[in-house]
T-cell receptor
Framework: DAGVIQSPRHEVTEMGQEVTLRCKPI?????LFWYRQTMMRGLELLIY????????DSGMPEDRFSAKMPNASFSTLKIQPSEPRDSAVYFC?????????????FGDGTRLSIL | DAKTTQPNSMESNEEEPVHLPCNHS???????IHWYRQLPSQGPEYVIH???SNVNNRMASLAIAEDRKSSTLILHRATLRDAAVYYC????????????????FGKGTHLIIQP
């Protein structure tokens, strides 16, 4: 079975540029999560969706960050404009919605470097 | 969310059992205990979860104290591939309304396996 697929795996761009990270959840999963991992702050939840609807975006650091889920099989996390402090590994995860005990399945992440 | 406390790091020898402790003295009656691990350069991976009774699966065992204020993840025969950061996470299913929610990661335990 295909797992959670994230693209790109690595992204290097200059400050001020727009960055778009992509995620394809596991087929049949209806909850999708975006996390960020840095050395200083560890793994942090940014936002999550249930049935394509954003439920909690309180972890999104600033208005420069936005996330969308136009359909059940695709989500994007966009940073515009990007800043060096946005450099991190960004993970997408998916799970079945109906019970909170369903495990979350993580992608391999996108390593983002903002110069 | 109720908080968990784990040792920063532990070391063990290959092919020996490993016991990873987690304290959660403020756990509520509706908190499930989940364990995830993160191998180097990968996304977190679900390991096991439980509520009150001890649990076993193909990856590990989870031993839960009778008062539920602590738990132990047991790897029965560690291999080099088990070297990872292990996270103990509480998930409250009591007020989630049946919907999935995000994971709150602490710093976890960095498990080192010596050959």
């Amino acid at each position: 079975d295909a797992g959670v697929i994230q693209s790109p795996r690595h992204e290097v761009t200059e400050m001020g540029q727009e960055v778009t990270l992509r995620c394809k959840p596991i087929s049949g999963h209806n909850s999708l999560f975006w996390y960020r991992q840095t050395m200083m702050r560890g793994l942090e939840l940014l936002i999550y969706f249930n049935n394509n609807v954003p439920i909690d975006d309180s972890g999104m650091p600033e208005d420069r960050f936005s996330a969308k889920m136009p359909n059940a099989s695709f989500s994007t996390l966009k940073i515009q404009p990007s800043e060096p402090r946005d450099s991190a590994v960004y993970f997408c995860a998916s799970s079945l919605r109906y019970y909170s005990n369903q495990p979350q399945h993580f992608g391999d992440g996108t390593r983002l470097s903002i110069l | 969310d109720a908080k968990t406390t784990q040792p920063n790091s532990m070391e063990s020898n290959e092919e020996e059992p490993v016991h990873l402790p987690c304290n959660h003295s403020t756990i509520s009656g509706t908190d499930y205990i989940h364990w995830y691990r993160q191998l180097p350069s990968q996304g977190p991976e679900y390991v096991i979860h439980g509520l009150t009774s001890n649990v076993n699966n193909r990856m590990a065992s989870l031993a839960i104290a009778e008062d539920r204020k602590s738990s132990t993840l047991i790897l029965h025969r560690a291999t080099l591939r088990d070297a990872a950061v292990y996270y103990c996470i509480l998930r409250d299913v009591g007020n989630s309304g049946g919907g999935a929610d995000g994971l709150t990661f602490g710093k976890g335990t960095h498990l080192i396996i010596q050959p």
